[in-house]
């Protein structure tokens, strides 16, 4: 009997996570008025917000940093994670209520892209490439 060994893929984690967040984020102007209706509103919490950030922000390094290391050494994802995690800290906690609609699911996608690259690139790199 052959066994299967399962590996954590953790850019797909930090896509739906990113994805999540984004749509969330994107929906949450147009549905905060139903959410109690639907016994939701916890959704609307600033927690529930930062929560996301964090576990989107702690999925992102961890996954982005461990392949840069160890395996594809291109920056391009890092940067394109820092970019999303700039859109979503400016767009929620700057002040302006305009910006936080638009910037923050752009963020969201961003980081989604980030992870998505990462991804890419770690399959185009050869099977036991380290240094």
Partial sequence: MKLRSYKINLDRIGITASTLCAI???????????LPMWGMDFLANNAVE???IVVSLILGIWSL????????????????LMAGFACIAFGHFSGITLLEPILV??????IAVAHFI??????????????
């Fill in 50 to 52: 930062i929560t996301m």
């Fill in 105 to 110: 699911p752009l963020g969201g996608f961003t």
């Fill in 24 to 34: 969330h984020c994107a929906a949450l102007p147009f549905l905060i008025t139903v």
């Fill in 65 to 80: 940093s461990s392949a840069y290391r160890k395996q594809h050494h291109r920056i391009t994802p890092i940067l394109i």
């Fill in 118 to 131: 990462n991804l890419r690139m770690l399959k185009s790199c050869p099977i036991d490439h380290q240094y």
